[in-house]
């Protein structure tokens, strides 16, 4: 089992973030890899506080670092037309030397959709073009001199990707859907993980549908790196109960979720209080 840890980029001063992030990556050896979200607007309130945007900081987080995978949880398909997104994701594998994972979900913020004019479709077409990002992405990646491709409502004609990633064959994609019926079984077809989100019972369940859809596919499920974000609103005790209990039900990567305001010295104690004897547990 791997931990991470993730902090927002909102409501936080780069050079606190930039000095959280090198500190991970230079002492803090329990974390193997680190995350940020994708959003324009802080969601502490309902106004939308301040929040740096998620690309720029990554890649600017991705050039200071040399040892942590890294990538969003996740991405919002919706603000980005994927053949973009596959140019951008490329770039910063390049940056951050082969670290990137990309991090893609179908989107869910309405009220930041509304704010800056970008469509909002419903969720069975959201997850219609999760799939076919997914698959224009992965394509561009894996032929990145020429891809046409017809994937509604996505299309690619003689399009390139040059240069291609630094992974071969493109970073992995994790996709952050949750939805038993047809996001899983998105997973199961096209993914390289998946980024489970709810409560323990409700990840139970999703985790026996994708075992389900596997099996339907034809697709080993080790294969697919299950992660889950396990948050602190409680405390450090509550964060490491529930983190133990998903790396009890076999989950790959743990990601505890940091408060980025609280600098690296709040990132040590969560590995002092967290990631440590949560490490000490799976060995």
Same mark, same amino acid.
């Given at each position: 089992m791997?931990?991470? /840890?993730k902090?927002?980029?909102?409501?936080?001063?780069? #050079?606190?973030?930039? !000095?959280?992030?090198?500190?991970?990556?230079?002492?803090?050896?329990? /974390?193997?890899? @680190?995350?940020?979200?994708?959003?324009?607007?802080?969601?502490?309130?309902?106004?939308?506080?301040?929040?740096?945007?998620?690309?720029?900081?990554? @890649?600017?987080?991705?050039?200071?670092?040399?040892?942590?995978?890294?990538?969003?949880?996740?991405?919002?398909?919706?603000?980005?037309? #994927?053949?973009?997104?596959?140019?951008?994701?490329?770039?910063?594998?390049?940056?951050?030397?082969g670290?990137?994972?990309? *991090?893609?979900?179908?989107?869910?913020?309405?009220?930041?959709?509304?704010?800056?004019?970008?469509?909002?479709?419903?969720? $069975?077409?959201?997850?219609?073009?999760?799939?076919?990002?997914?698959?224009?992405?992965?394509?561009?990646?894996?032929?990145?001199?020429?891809?046409?491709?017809? @994937?509604?409502?996505?299309?690619?004609?003689? !399009?390139?990707?040059?240069?291609?990633?630094?992974?071969?064959?493109?970073?992995?994609?994790?996709? *952050?859907?949750? $939805?038993?019926?047809? *996001?899983?079984?998105?997973?199961?077809?096209?993914?390289?993980?998946?980024?489970?989100?709810? =409560?323990?019972?409700?990840?139970?369940?999703?985790?026996? @549908?994708?075992?389900?859809?596997?099996?339907?596919?034809?697709?080993?499920?080790?294969?697919?790196?299950?992660?889950?974000?396990? /948050?602190?609103?409680?405390?450090?005790?509550?964060?490491?109960? =529930?983190?133990?209990?998903?790396?009890?039900? *076999?989950?790959?990567?743990?990601?505890?979720?940091? !408060?980025?305001?609280?600098?690296?010295?709040?990132? !040590?104690?969560?590995?002092?209080?967290?990631?440590?004897?949560?490490?000490?547990?799976?060995?």
């Amino acid at each position: 089992m791997r931990i991470g /840890f993730k902090t927002s980029q909102a409501e936080v001063e780069w #050079p606190t973030l930039l !000095a959280t992030w090198e500190y991970a990556d230079a002492e803090l050896t329990v /974390f193997e890899s @680190a995350w940020v979200f994708d959003h324009f607007v802080s969601l502490a309130s309902d106004e939308g506080g301040p929040c740096h945007e998620g690309w720029s900081v990554l @890649a600017a987080l991705a050039s200071r670092t040399t040892r942590l995978k890294l990538g969003h949880l996740v991405i919002s398909n919706t603000y980005r037309h #994927p053949a973009v997104l596959a140019k951008m994701g490329a770039t910063l594998d390049h940056i951050a030397d082969g670290r990137f994972v990309l *991090g893609l979900g179908a989107g869910w913020h309405e009220r930041e959709h509304s704010m800056y004019g970008i469509p909002f479709p419903r969720i $069975g077409e959201r997850i219609t073009m999760l799939e076919s990002a997914t698959r224009l992405v992965k394509a561009l990646w894996e032929s990145p001199a020429g891809v046409s491709l017809a @994937a509604p409502p996505y299309a690619l004609t003689d !399009a390139v990707c040059e240069p291609p990633p630094r992974t071969p064959g493109g970073p992995p994609v994790w996709l *952050g859907t949750q $939805g038993t019926k047809r *996001g899983l079984r998105i997973v199961a077809e096209h993914a390289d993980g998946w980024n489970a989100t709810g =409560d323990f019972e409700a990840f139970l369940e999703k985790r026996d @549908a994708l075992l389900r859809h596997c099996d339907a596919v034809g697709r080993d499920p080790a294969e697919i790196e299950t992660s889950v974000q396990i /948050f602190g609103f409680e405390g450090p005790a509550k964060q490491l109960e =529930d983190a133990r209990r998903y790396a009890d039900a *076999g989950v790959d990567h743990v990601i505890l979720i940091a !408060a980025a305001k609280d600098g690296p010295e709040g990132l !040590a104690r969560l590995a002092r209080e967290v990631a440590e004897p949560l490490l000490e547990r799976v060995r």
